[in-house]
């Protein structure tokens, strides 16, 4: 999602970046099919301190698609709040949009704490299942109502329906994403996990890029 949505964002020449804060993701430069390109990433940025000026950055990250990528390494890292904070508000600064790829446990740090100004928006990514909206309740607390959204991973044969869980959540639902058979061949492929423009994955994430630039 947070991939799709980076590239939406970056379709209409906007300047947008897309930061990797989940340690054990393994890294989103492996699922965007360029992890052998030369590019930072956390495990040289992470003892970054104080202020960085956003040309800093200038042909230090990952490119892709347009898009300027921060992604974390192949090996366990934990970011510093220091690090994140100074490195998060240099690419604000440079870009239009930042994408953060946050796992559930990081939401209470980026949401305000620190010298790290709160994000403008939240989207909150839930499979449409007892399992999902169960997890995303345990962490509904540190997610802030007036700036959050929900977007809904569909499911084979889904037991809670979208308003159930936009009701159960008290958010605002902007899309159920479908499944789309071809990303993941398209992944292994070293292609990232782009969809068809027409597709109707697409077509949702396009929808939750024009609530949260404010494009539409």
Same mark, same amino acid.
């Given at each position: 999602?947070?991939?799709?949505?980076?590239?939406?964002?970056? $379709?209409?020449? *906007?300047?947008? @970046?897309? #930061?990797?804060? &989940?340690?054990?993701?393994?890294? %989103? /430069?492996?699922? =965007?099919?360029?992890?052998?390109?030369?590019? $930072?990433?956390? *495990?040289?940025? @992470?003892? #970054?301190?104080? &202020?960085?000026?956003?040309?800093? %950055? /200038?042909?230090? =990250?990952?490119?892709?698609?347009?898009?300027?990528?921060?992604?974390?390494?192949?090996?366990?890292?934990?970011?510093?709040?220091?690090?994140?904070?100074?490195?998060?508000?240099?690419?604000?600064?440079?870009?239009?949009?930042?994408?953060?790829?946050?796992?559930?446990?990081?939401?209470?740090?980026?949401?305000?704490?620190?010298?790290?100004?709160?994000?403008?928006?939240?989207?909150?990514?839930?499979?449409?299942?007892?399992?999902?909206?169960?997890?995303?309740?345990?962490?509904?607390?540190?997610?802030?109502?007036?700036?959050?959204?929900?977007?809904?991973?569909?499911?084979?044969?889904?037991?809670?329906?979208?308003?159930?869980?936009?009701?159960?959540?008290?958010?605002?639902?902007?899309?159920?994403?479908?499944?789309?058979?071809?990303?993941?061949?398209?992944?292994?492929?070293?292609?990232?996990?782009?969809?068809?423009?027409?597709?109707?994955?697409?077509?949702?994430?396009?929808?939750?890029?024009?609530?949260?630039?404010?494009?539409?």
């Amino acid at each position: 999602m947070a991939c799709v949505l980076a590239a939406e964002l970056a $379709a209409d020449g *906007s300047r947008v @970046g897309l #930061v990797d804060l &989940d340690p054990l993701s393994g890294g %989103l /430069d492996v699922l =965007l099919g360029v992890e052998t390109r030369a590019g $930072a990433r956390w *495990s040289e940025l @992470g003892d #970054v301190r104080g &202020d960085i000026a956003a040309d800093d %950055l /200038d042909d230090v =990250l990952l490119p892709w698609r347009g898009v300027e990528v921060l992604s974390a390494g192949r090996h366990h890292t934990v970011h510093s709040p220091a690090a994140v904070a100074s490195v998060l508000t240099a690419m604000i600064t440079r870009n239009d949009h930042v994408v953060v790829d946050l796992p559930a446990r990081g939401l209470a740090g980026i949401s305000g704490a620190g010298p790290l100004r709160a994000p403008d928006h939240v989207v909150l990514v839930v499979s449409q299942d007892v399992r999902g909206v169960a997890g995303a309740l345990a962490i509904r607390d540190q997610v802030p109502t007036d700036r959050a959204y929900l977007v809904l991973r569909a499911r084979p044969d889904p037991v809670v329906a979208p308003a159930e869980a936009a009701q159960l959540l008290d958010l605002r639902l902007l899309a159920t994403l479908p499944r789309d058979r071809g990303v993941p061949g398209a992944v292994d492929r070293g292609l990232g996990p782009l969809p068809p423009r027409r597709s109707r994955l697409a077509r949702a994430v396009r929808s939750v890029a024009v609530q949260v630039s404010g494009r539409g």
